[in-house]
């Protein structure tokens, strides 16, 4: 092995002001996750799919030449793709029993059954993140108790509590709102047992110890590290409750315990598609496929989310 | 094991009292009087209307009733059909519980199953399909499911072929009894199909299976013999929730199905508003179901002994 002659070498000197500077741009966990997640295909088609959902509920209703419950006695159970003769309006997906077309049913029932998810699955968070707080920080005795009333809640099928609250409760304040409060009523305890869990991971790691020695307190504790450390898993599942959301809804709807009438909503169309399923095939199949695949791009996007913010779960 | 028994039997017992209140309540809370009708009752046959049916008496003591005669299995009588709610329930159960068992062993065997293929075919085409199915059984609820396979299978298949192989409703022949018993178990054949691909790849990668292989055991054998028995312990634990989500799943089934069992009965009695009906129904169901999840945990306690430890440790 050859000696190096060292006169080959030569000191540049210690450069201090190159020395700190960082090359490359600083990325964040969460950019990292969102990159992550850019990367997998189904959950960006599902993204998008979601997207042209939700721009075509808020959108169709309000340009539809047709109101949601206007009737056409002339043509009902027509066919899709039907012109009607007198006005030279389309019905893209033909009309149903009374003659109503479906396509502005079918995306004013989105409306109604998103935004019941959507705001049952929002309150389930703000009560879940409340009460696994509270029982994962405090911890102890109240913890236990805390823990066993879900446990009583978790043994009584969630179908069963949600069918007799939609019994009692007023119909006056109309089907919409009590369907969310019949559903957040005892949709919060997975959530609250998730944050429960995370919650007591994270309070004993060295930076929450640190941050308590130097005199933060309990709510600034929460807000500023607890929360903020949990937010990837609560995602996640916001993710995966908005399908079961939608399930439910479409469930009662489908039992009969729906929206009131001249209201539509997926699962009360599913519900009449059903009466006339064996002639009119399509009128069941065209909300029983928008169902479907809003729970399935949520359900995907859920799978590709928990990937991208937990890259140590993947499988 | 003895502190963990009892433990499960207090909460279960516990959980039906809550139940029992639930639904007490919630009549109580509705909307209307039970006397209330077309005409006007005089006030005198009113009050010994409210005497005989004991609802002059405070909250509390009709409580104690409701509960003593629950307790003696007299759940009061339907309002509709002017039949005692017991009666119906002992007609329409065997339909449900025959229904529910049969998805219920379904779903499990064929969710194990293809949990294994996937988990051991992992990134192949055996993998990717079992878990298109799956998350298409977790996406389409199973009414959606049910209305589908009645149109394609039952009707369709009928007309183009001209043979007869799945009738399209009631409950008699076994071929009447495929399509039903697949619609309510397809939503939880790919739950437990998916669990058992998670479980059963993180048992293949623990130390023990390395260590078989490298003993020489066959592909076969660590499989059957070290892996499944190891993976299929979480699987257990959903059964209670998975019986239960069978059990609601019914209710819309056999009404696209029209088998005469209690999701029929249950379902048109929310439709007619029979409130004893359905309060009779819910009783029935919450006790089954809890009575299941507490099996399903002593089972579990006894099988997998690791549960005790890790109770012991509390």
Redesign the interface.
Known sequence: MDRIDKARFEWVGANASEGGTITRPSTSYWKDAMKRLSKNKAAMICLGIIGIIAILAIFVPMLSPYEVSEQHLTHSYAKMGYKDPVDGHVHLFGTDTLGRDIFTRIWSGARISLFISFTAVFVNVIIGIIYGGISGYVGGAVDNIMM?II??IN???Y???V???M??L?KEINGVMTMVIAYAAVGWTGMARLVRGQIMALKEQDYIIASRVMGARALRIIFKHLIPNSLSVVIVNITLAI?SAI?TE??LS????GVPVPLASWGTL?NDG?KV??QY?SQ??IP?VC??LT??SF??LG?GLRDALDPKLR? | MIKYIVKRLF??I??LL??VA??FF?MR???GDPFIGEKAIPETTLKALNEKYGLDKPMMTQFIMYLKNIFRGDFGISMESRRPVVDIIKQAFPYSFDLGIRSLIFATIMGVFLGIVAAVKRGKIGDTLTMFIA??G????S??VG??L??YLG?KLFQVTGFKMFPITGWDSFSSKILPAFALSFGSLATISRLM??SM?DVLGQDYIKTAKSKGLSQRKIIWKHAVRNAIMPVITVIGPIA??V??GA??VE??FSIPGMGKFF?QS??T?D?TM?SGI?LF??TF??LA?LIVDLAYGFIDPRVKLTDAKE
């Open positions: 066993r446990e009583i043994g009584i099928p179908l069963i509590i069918i007799l609250l019994m009692v007023p399908p399930f479409s469930f489908f039992i009969g315990l599913a059903v399923f064996q095939p069941l199949i029983a169902i479907s729970m399935l359900n995907l799978d499988r | 909460y279960a516990l959980t809550v139940l639930l639904t919630m809370l509705l909307p998350i298409i977790v996406s389409v609820p009414f959606i209305a589908i009645q149109y009707l691909r998670t790849l239960a989500s059990l609601t209710f819309v009404n696209i379902v929310i439709q508003q409130y359905i819910t169901y919450g179901l809890v999840n």
